[in-house]
């Protein structure tokens, strides 16, 4: 069965950096679509970069809180999606979490996607 495990997350002070990882597993064929999501403490879960998995060049988007700070690479041949975290702010804390789909519509919209994993905790401290 899919499976995708989170790594990377940790504690960090505003300002600084972090990447997280994905590994995927269990796939027949490569999804579609790869994203990662976060839900901070009493606040809705929300999409925050998706990234086509197919085809060249890959799309990808992001929501507008993290544009310029945060990069989605995807090593398809690794079957791991990454999150480059830049600059990050104490709103960032989160629990992350990597999704993929097999929906041909690529989005930060939640109910898109199928399979989900079991999230990383990333706590930015002032």
């Known amino acids: 069965q899919v499976q995708l495990v989170e790594s990377g997350g940790g504690s960090v002070q505003a300002g600084g950096s972090l990447r997280l990882s994905c590994a995927a597993s269990g796939y027949t064929y490569r999804p579609y679509c790869l994203g990662w999501f976060r839900q901070a403490p009493g606040k809705e879960r929300e999409g925050v970069a998706v990234i086509v998995g197919r085809g060249t060049p890959q799309y990808v988007d992001y929501v507008d809180s993290v544009k310029g700070r945060f990069t989605i690479p995807h090593d398809a041949a690794r079957n791991t999606l990454y999150l480059e975290m830049n600059t990050l702010d104490t709103e960032d804390t989160a629990i992350f979490y990597c999704?993929?789909?097999?929906?041909?519509?690529?989005?930060?919209?939640?109910?898109?996607?199928?399979?989900w994993g079991q999230g990383t905790q990333v706590t930015v401290s002032s």
């Open positions: 999704a993929t789909t097999d929906s041909f519509t690529c989005a930060l919209v939640i109910a898109n996607f199928d399979y």
